[in-house]
């Protein structure tokens, strides 16, 4: 079976960071929508989607989920998310996990103790719905996982002969150590595989979920902008996706390198070239003048024989060269998104999350690149922001706000007429509060003003207090 596309259809989220429970919904007259912006105020939960999406598809891939994602939850507390996905416009997917954070006692050398924080997954599951005209539409569980009982279900599927209870131990207790998912580790994968009560058409759907779905997300965090603004040895993730001359689709991850020079093998560099042609194209017409080029300083040839070359990433503008790691932060966005935009731009089977698209980039080129990719990305864009000049370029469907409300995060307006200006809107709406799904807790300059002004006379204080223990 082939990915030929991939939609985020919502996105569930309880007990992660500040979002008592919130769905953003990305459905609009039963379709998923290609763009979707999401907008609030600082701490509302804005980012917390963006994070979710990161953590299902790293459970997805069998990733391990790390520390920053730990602290994403508050200890001893159930959290869950469940994202729908819709897969070739004829499966529905549904990914269910629930986690919970909590402290345990390691040992460590010596006989020592210490305390080491965990996060165990109390249930995942997995279930689709066929889409098929001849048909009702019927959801299907492929596996779900219960720790309560321990057991995977549907039980014909997985009987619990001994065999198969040792690769089941196996496998919660390989997720325990290693922060990953049951469902889609190795054992269960091969259960899955091997079975004769699950036929094939649901063994493909699983098989394809598993192999492609990680490398079709791309999720840009803000702690990956800081990675790539503040350590010049970061690479930058440069997502792919081209048409070879035999018909066949070339797509993945490629790391960019940023420091002084990197050793690339001959493919990884045809890869680069081809990611930076295509980038090469679109950033003249965002920053005029500019182009990213990967410069060859030298070929030496690996233990086995491999011939390498020694490479470094450079700017170009107007005849001067200098090294990209020597770019501005908004320059260095621009290009490590710009080829995940790119890929959604063009292939229906992209799905890219950002968080904070405004941070970096101009207000009014912000616009235009939201009017280029809403008329026509074939992909999906889902991004937060703080600029408000999106409302003016998008639909009213395609933006999301955050609540005030932590039981009800998110939030789509519908009673906007087609001449109103989803902007204006948005500014009465935060300006007249009502109730508690409102847009925004107020703030009072008045009381923002006296707070400076203590602040202030602590500080005078603490220097006088310092000049007399001189």
Do not use: W
């Amino acid at each position: 079976m082939e990915l030929r596309e991939l939609k985020i259809n919502s996105i569930n989220i309880e007990n992660f960071k500040n979002v008592r429970q919130g769905e953003v919904d990305l459905i609009y007259k039963e379709k998923p929508l290609n763009i979707v912006g999401i907008y609030g105020q600082n701490g509302s939960g804005k980012t917390t989607v963006i994070e979710a999406i990161n953590v299902i598809s790293k459970l997805i891939d069998s990733e391990n989920l790390t520390d920053d994602i730990f602290d994403m939850l508050e200890l001893d507390t159930d959290a869950q998310a469940k994202a729908v996905f819709t897969i070739n416009e004829k499966y529905i997917i549904t990914y269910t996990v629930k986690l919970v954070k909590r402290l345990e006692i390691s040992e460590g050398e010596l006989g020592s103790k210490a305390l080491k924080t965990v996060i165990d997954i109390l249930s995942e599951s997995l279930t689709t719905k066929i889409i098929r005209k001849d048909i009702q539409p019927k959801t299907v569980t492929v596996v779900s996982f219960e720790k309560e009982t321990g057991e995977f279900l549907p039980k014909y599927r997985f009987p619990a002969t001994k065999l198969n209870q040792n690769k089941f131990k196996t496998v919660i207790k390989n997720s325990k150590e290693q922060s990953k998912s049951i469902i889609f580790g190795e054992s269960i994968k091969e259960l899955i595989n091997e079975s004769n009560n699950i036929d094939k058409e649901l063994k493909d759907v699983y098989n394809l979920i598993t192999s492609e779905l990680k490398d079709n997300i791309f999720v840009y965090s803000n702690r990956m902008s800081g990675l790539i603004n503040t350590n010049m040895d970061f690479p930058i993730p440069l997502y792919f996706y081209y048409e070879l001359p035999d018909r066949n689709q070339a797509f993945g991850v490629f790391p960019l390198p940023t420091k002084s020079s990197a050793k690339l093998s001959s493919k990884e560099l045809n890869v680069a070239k081809h990611v930076l042609e295509q980038i090469n194209i679109v950033i003249p017409k965002i920053i005029p003048k500019l182009s990213i080029n990967i410069k060859e300083l030298s070929k030496q040839l690996d233990d086995d024989g491999e011939e390498l070359h020694v490479v470094e990433v450079v700017s170009e503008r107007e005849g001067r060269v200098i090294p990209f790691r020597s770019e501005s932060d908004g320059i260095k966005k621009i290009v490590s998104i710009l080829s995940a935009l790119i890929n959604a731009y063009s292939s229906p089977r992209a799905i890219v999350a950002i968080d904070e698209l405004d941070s970096g980039i101009y207000e009014f080129l912000l616009g235009e690149l939201l009017e280029v990719f809403s008329r026509g990305a074939r992909g999906q864009i889902i991004f937060t922001s703080h600029n408000l000049r999106p409302l003016e370029i998008l639909d009213k469907e395609n933006i999301i706000f955050t609540t005030v409300n932590p039981e009800n995060r998110y939030t789509r307006k519908t009673d906007i007429k087609p001449s109103n200006n989803l902007r204006d809107v948005y500014l009465r709406n935060i300006q007249v509060l009502e109730g508690e799904d409102s847009l925004y807790k107020p703030t009072n300059t008045f009381e923002i003003q006296k707070a400076f002004r203590k602040a202030r006379r602590m500080n005078f204080e603490s220097e006088s207090y310092t000049k007399g223990e001189l």
